[in-house]
């Protein structure tokens, strides 16, 4: 009965994710939810959790009732995390993963596919087996609370020819990442080393006993534009953090333990950029943005619409010198180096994180921020900027 009534205290913060209305009209798909909790008393606890995750793909999913039904089994917590990151992120990470299932396709080995993108006539498909974990939410001098993650006990990835009429043909290249995974992030096709080919990214989160693994894989087609035959090229790794690539560049932040500080209570992060093969450019330490609201940079969107420059927000913000005219020769334009977003807000994140670093790139006694701004380019200045 501690178990059900610490769970309720933090199911809410789950179902303020929810794509549907926890009241949402009643349908037969709870067919899935009573045979999930039969199959799971029968021992075959995969096909329970794939029922379960079935079931969450439905319109009318009540995101309530598959909680409900995972806490009937009374399960115990194999993860753990931080109980000070912000209620935001705690909200992203527990609802993000029950968000995933959308599709409602899957295959004879209970495999849902999560994600699919194309690029030059050829598809790339990530199919999930569904796995469902508890964990402990600790608090400091407070009780344990439990929640749940609906994601993959492994990734199977598809890739292969589309027909001409855009519908996937039989795969020519099938692996498989055999890690428990959170959630798994849409494949990109991104030409990262400026040679003419796209490489294929794979992004997505393992979990830890204690919190979570960002990875992203860099993959080569040995071939140009033939994503039948890859080659590995680099994986980077964000421990609590992230990893992604943006710009030229492949941003990786790790959380970091100040001195004295344990684990759990880390307060920092570790953010480290790369080329794409690896080579260190730039690092330095930061606070922990897991327990703050700017969690943006983890968001699925966050980098879907970068190959269309026009449609993403640029930051920067002016600094002038204080008491002088503010010209050329006194102001000065500090451009975003992460960027750019695809969504406003993200870039707005992306501003306050870069106005509270101001004070180690410039001497505020002298300097202060006089403007700042989130906008899309013209045509003219993205011209200006490829010159």
């Not at 931080?82 to 299932?101: A, P, T, V």
Request: proline letters at 3%; aromatic letters at 14%.
């Amino acid at each position: 009965m501690k178990i059900k009534a610490v769970y309720f205290s933090f199911i809410y913060l789950l179902v303020a994710l929810a794509v549907n209305a926890a009241n949402a009209s009643p349908s037969d798909h709870y067919k899935y939810l009573i045979e999930s909790e039969n199959t799971y008393k029968e021992g075959d606890y995969y096909k329970s959790d794939y029922l379960i995750a079935k079931y969450l793909g439905y319109e009318y999913a009540d995101q309530v009732k598959a909680i409900e039904t995972i806490t009937k089994r009374i399960p115990k917590a194999t993860s753990y995390i931080d109980g000070s990151y912000s209620e935001k992120f705690l909200r992203f990470f527990f609802g993000l993963s029950f968000n995933q299932w959308g599709s409602k396709i899957s295959d004879k080995q209970n495999n849902i596919l999560v994600k699919i993108n194309s690029n030059k006539g050829q598809y790339v498909s990530v199919w999930g087996k569904p796995s469902i974990e508890t964990w402990y939410i600790l608090h400091k001098d407070k009780k344990k609370q439990i929640a749940y993650t609906v994601g993959m006990h492994e990734a199977k990835i598809r890739i292969g020819p589309m027909s001409k009429e855009d519908k996937p043909l039989k795969p020519c290249d099938i692996f498989t990442i055999k890690e428990p995974i959170q959630y798994f992030y849409e494949p990109m096709f991104l030409d990262t080393n400026d040679d003419g080919k796209n490489e294929l990214l794979l992004r997505y989160n393992i979990t830890l006993a204690n919190g979570y693994l960002q990875v992203l894989d860099i993959f080569v087609p040995i071939i140009k534009d033939v994503y039948c035959q890859l080659s590995h090229r680099k994986s980077f790794y964000g421990r609590n953090g992230y990893a992604y690539y943006t710009d030229g560049s492949v941003f990786v932040s790790e959380q970091t333990r100040d001195v004295g500080e344990g684990t759990l209570r880390s307060s920092l992060q570790t953010e480290t950029s790369y080329d794409p093969y690896g080579k260190k450019i730039h690092k330095e330490v930061v606070s922990n943005f897991l327990k703050t609201e700017n969690i943006s940079i983890l968001y699925p969107n966050y980098l879907l619409n970068y190959k269309d420059p026009k449609k993403m927000f640029y930051a920067f913000y002016m600094t002038c010198k204080t008491g002088k005219l503010r010209n050329t020769e006194n102001c000065q334009e500090i451009a975003d180096l992460k960027g750019p977003y695809g969504d406003e807000e993200f870039c707005k994140d992306r501003l306050v994180d870069m106005m509270r670093s101001f004070h180690k790139i410039k001497d505020t006694s002298v300097w202060e921020i006089t403007d700042y701004l989130c906008k899309q380019k013209t045509s003219e200045e993205l011209a200006e900027n490829w010159d």
